[in-house]
């Protein structure tokens, strides 16, 4: 086998990179920019799992502009607390987003209050977050119940 600079390169870096001395500030893992939430309709059915479903999670939109589908905001999974729920995982801490599930649907909007929080990283030093405060869901107030936003649509 040739050993071109390419590779040699290649080597060096993951070298490098596996090593375990991290700087004591950086924290191992910290809370990301996410919320977990159900979509019902007003007969209490669940709108993406189940025999009522009408919706697809492949097909979530998460936007910061109306109508611009180049621009997403956040990724879309099975929840973590129940997997019959979403969990939006939000790139950016915007104040407010639309939430698209299909072409034939209308929007809906999703406003998030972010805080800055701080936490202490457990190799010491401290790591500055952002957190929910409080969500509205097409201008309506929404309170988290065991970490779950209900959202009806």
């Given amino acids: 086998m040739k050993l071109t600079l390419k590779y040699l390169l290649l080597i060096i870096y993951l070298t490098f990179s596996i090593s375990c001395n991290k700087p004591p500030y950086q924290c191992d893992s910290f809370p ?10 007003q007969q209490g059915q669940n709108l993406f799992f189940g025999a009522n479903s009408r919706y697809l ?4 939109r998460v936007l910061t502009q109306q109508n611009n589908f180049g621009v997403h905001n956040a990724s879309v999974q099975k929840g973590f607390i129940d997997s019959n729920n979403l969990l939006f995982h939000f790139y950016t801490p915007e104040a407010k987003s639309y939430i698209y599930y299909n072409n034939q649907t209308s929007h809906d909007s999703l406003e998030i209050n972010w805080v800055i929080k701080i936490t202490k990283c457990e190799r010491g030093g401290t790591l500055e977050y952002n957190a929910v405060e409080s969500v509205k869901f097409n201008s309506f107030f929404i309170n988290s119940i065991n970490g779950v936003y209900t959202f009806i649509k």
């Fill in 57 to 60: 999670i492949d097909s979530i």
């Fill in 32 to 41: 990301n920019q996410s919320i977990e939430i159900k979509i019902i309709n």
